[in-house]
């Protein structure tokens, strides 16, 4: 069952909000000892929770789809009164006295939250295995990886523990573990969620938004948060819409792109699977053409260099504490204490330049329609990844089709596309202009109607 | 090329010796395709950092 299936359900009272939940938070007892998606896990609270959404839905206060549905929030976002650790031992006992402004907006909109989702430390890394509250892994295979950094919010989802989940996404931590963990997750444009309460890893590049189970789940949790505020100062002001593809909804007439550059060194079952979604948009109307976009591997570069110079600014006052950080995170902060501000600046004035180049691309086509990840999810531990016979560093690999797209601050959507012949998800992503998450969104459900998605989860 | 080595024992004293070369080998990889990338840049390409100063009421 889904958010909106989930919302009918207890609309037409075939279900309560405390069913819901006490299903969830057993589904939770019985998986987290081997998944290790949550940090923290808020029972009572979401118990109680749920029988206030109960409530309120029996005396006609409805909130809208969201109300009464058991989520979860990547431990990042600070929530009052409950411990949020950004998966560090810098603040394994920080207990914030605010909430972010995510939360904030998703207990608006009635959401049940179960508690804190396990992430890569810092949410600096793509592995989520993390040294400080344990390695999270893949509901699909266990000895996989589920990607991160928002790796306890794909586990969570594609295990069916909770119907959603919010991430952050600074270089792909989102999308990464969304298809790894053969879920949906979505990239909203840089400022249309407010980043007020969450632990920064690099300001400029960082953006928050869902992990979900349907495409049209995700534009019920967009719904709920997104907006401007005030207390965030890269919030946008353009005005947020409702972003709930319309059921028949169609990719007829809208045009397509896929860009070469973003087919090179692919699994094979990757590249026949993300392939086979394009011809199937052609076959539903959409029109299909190759376009050219700006060099992915300097994108990438820039996006390193910003990411690195940032995310050492951020973590300055905690330089001293080297024994605090694991080995991965801190060479990350080592190599952004070791770049000179003139590199930092001038990638900030090449990422200029980039924007203004793959501006050009949108002139052509309305979306583009690419691979997530080059691969499926590596095992736990693995450092390298094969492509053409050559060794590739596991972590830049899996990055490779994602990083760039934070450093054009551009939407995109990663949703499941197929199974690999070793049974493990395959994501595909949709990027669109800024401020397009409703075209994307809509072309995600036209696909998915279509059929285009997953077997459901083993576990 | 920049001699990253030199820069981070430099600029970030606390790495140990030994792992010296843990951090500095990305920053050489890194190095090859960034360099190209900033050697003609023109000097009226501004970066692209945002601040809000009309939000800030100054």
């Given at each position: 069952?889904?958010?909106?299936?989930?919302?009918?359900?207890?609309?037409?009272?075939?279900?309560?909000?405390?069913?819901?939940?006490?299903?969830?938070?057993?589904?939770?007892?019985?998986?987290?000892?081997?998944?290790?998606?949550?940090?923290?896990?808020?029972?009572?609270?979401?118990?109680?929770?749920?029988?206030?959404?109960?409530?309120?839905?029996?005396?006609?206060?409805?909130?809208?789809?969201?109300?009464?549905?058991?989520?979860?929030?990547?431990?990042?976002?600070?929530?009052?009164?409950?411990?949020?650790?950004?998966?560090?031992?810098?603040?394994?006992?920080?207990?914030?006295?605010?909430?972010?402004?995510?939360?904030?907006?998703?207990?608006?909109?009635?959401?049940?939250?179960?508690?804190?989702?396990?992430?890569?430390?810092?949410a600096y890394g793509v592995t989520s295995e993390n040294p400080h509250f344990g390695a999270v892994r893949n509901p699909w295979n266990t000895e996989r990886s589920p990607g991160g950094s928002s790796g306890g919010a794909g586990a969570a989802v594609a295990s069916g523990m909770v119907y959603a989940a919010i991430g952050s996404d600074t270089g792909g931590s989102i999308r990464v573990p969304a298809a790894f963990c053969g879920t949906?997750?979505?990239?909203?444009?840089?400022?249309?969620?407010?980043?007020?309460?969450?632990?920064?890893?690099?300001?400029?590049?960082?953006?928050?938004?869902?992990?979900?189970?349907?495409?049209?789940?995700?534009?019920?949790?967009?719904?709920?948060?997104?907006?401007?505020?005030?207390?965030?100062?890269?919030?946008?002001?353009?005005?947020?819409?409702?972003?709930?593809?319309?059921?028949?909804?169609?990719?007829?007439?809208?045009?397509?792109?896929?860009?070469?550059?973003?087919?090179?060194?692919?699994?094979?079952?990757?590249?026949?699977?993300?392939?086979?979604?394009?011809?199937?948009?052609?076959?539903?109307?959409?029109?299909?053409?190759?376009?050219?976009?700006?060099?992915?591997?300097?994108?990438?570069?820039?996006?390193?260099?910003?990411?690195?110079?940032?995310?050492?600014?951020?973590?300055?006052?905690?330089?001293?504490?080297?024994?605090?950080?694991?080995?991965?995170?801190?060479?990350?902060?080592?190599?952004?204490?070791?770049?000179?501000?003139?590199?930092?600046?001038?990638?900030?004035?090449?990422?200029?330049?980039?924007?203004?180049?793959?501006?050009?691309?949108?002139?052509?086509?309305?979306?583009?329609?690419?691979?997530?990840?080059?691969?499926?999810?590596?095992?736990?531990?693995?450092?390298?990844?094969?492509?053409?016979?050559?060794?590739?560093?596991?972590?830049?690999?899996?990055?490779?089709?994602?990083?760039?797209?934070?450093?054009?601050?551009?939407?995109?959507?990663?949703?499941?596309?197929?199974?690999?012949?070793?049974?493990?998800?395959?994501?595909?992503?949709?990027?669109?202009?800024?401020?397009?998450?409703?075209?994307?969104?809509?072309?995600?459900?036209?696909?998915?109607?279509?059929?285009?998605?997953?077997?459901?989860?083993?576990? | 090329?920049?001699?990253?080595?030199?820069?981070?024992?430099?600029?970030?004293?606390?790495?140990?010796?030994?792992?010296?070369?843990?951090?500095?080998?990305?920053?050489?990889?890194?190095?090859?395709?960034?360099?190209?990338?900033?050697?003609?840049?023109?000097?009226?390409?501004?970066?692209?950092?945002?601040?809000?100063?009309?939000?800030?009421?100054?």
């Amino acid at each position: 069952m889904n958010i909106l299936e989930a919302a009918e359900a207890l609309r037409r009272r075939r279900v309560s909000s405390t069913e819901l939940t006490t299903a969830a938070l057993a589904r939770i007892d019985r998986l987290d000892g081997t998944l290790r998606a949550f940090i923290t896990v808020t029972a009572e609270a979401a118990l109680g929770r749920a029988r206030e959404a109960d409530s309120e839905l029996a005396s006609g206060r409805d909130r809208g789809p969201l109300h009464g549905i058991p989520m979860a929030v990547k431990d990042l976002f600070s929530t009052r009164g409950v411990r949020t650790t950004s998966g560090s031992r810098l603040f394994e006992s920080y207990v914030p006295d605010r909430d972010a402004a995510v939360v904030e907006r998703l207990e608006a909109a009635g959401a049940v939250p179960l508690g804190k989702l396990n992430m890569h430390e810092l949410a600096y890394g793509v592995t989520s295995e993390n040294p400080h509250f344990g390695a999270v892994r893949n509901p699909w295979n266990t000895e996989r990886s589920p990607g991160g950094s928002s790796g306890g919010a794909g586990a969570a989802v594609a295990s069916g523990m909770v119907y959603a989940a919010i991430g952050s996404d600074t270089g792909g931590s989102i999308r990464v573990p969304a298809a790894f963990c053969g879920t949906v997750g979505l990239k909203p444009t840089y400022g249309r969620v407010s980043r007020y309460g969450a632990l920064p890893l690099a300001w400029s590049l960082d953006h928050m938004g869902p992990l979900t189970r349907s495409v049209r789940d995700a534009g019920v949790a967009l719904n709920a948060i997104a907006g401007y505020d005030g207390r965030d100062p890269a919030s946008a002001r353009h005005p947020a819409i409702d972003y709930v593809p319309d059921e028949g909804c169609s990719v007829r007439g809208i045009r397509i792109g896929f860009a070469a550059s973003f087919f090179e060194r692919l699994d094979g079952d990757v590249e026949l699977c993300v392939r086979g979604a394009i011809a199937r948009a052609a076959s539903l109307g959409a029109e299909v053409k190759p376009v050219v976009v700006p060099d992915l591997a300097a994108l990438n570069a820039v996006g390193r260099v910003i990411l690195m110079a940032e995310a050492a600014s951020v973590m300055e006052p905690y330089r001293e504490r080297r024994e605090s950080f694991g080995a991965d995170v801190l060479a990350l902060l080592d190599q952004g204490r070791a770049i000179p501000a003139t590199d930092y600046i001038n990638a900030q004035r090449l990422r200029r330049a980039m924007r203004r180049d793959f501006g050009k691309v949108w002139r052509e086509v309305e979306c583009l329609v690419v691979p997530t990840t080059p691969h499926t999810a590596p095992r736990i531990g693995q450092t390298t990844v094969r492509f053409d016979g050559r060794d590739e560093d596991a972590r830049l690999a899996a990055t490779r089709l994602v990083r760039g797209i934070n450093v054009l601050g551009l939407p995109a959507l990663s949703m499941p596309c197929g199974l690999s012949s070793s049974g493990l998800p395959m994501g595909l992503q949709i990027i669109g202009p800024a401020f397009e998450e409703a075209l994307i969104l809509r072309v995600g459900a036209a696909l998915e109607d279509d059929g285009l998605g997953l077997p459901p989860c083993p576990m | 090329m920049k001699d990253w080595k030199a820069i981070a024992k430099a600029g970030v004293p606390e790495i140990p010796a030994g792992e010296i070369d843990r951090v500095v080998g990305p920053l050489d990889a890194l190095e090859e395709t960034f360099r190209p990338l900033v050697k003609d840049l023109p000097m009226d390409l501004e970066p692209a950092l945002a601040l809000g100063v009309e939000e800030e009421g100054q």
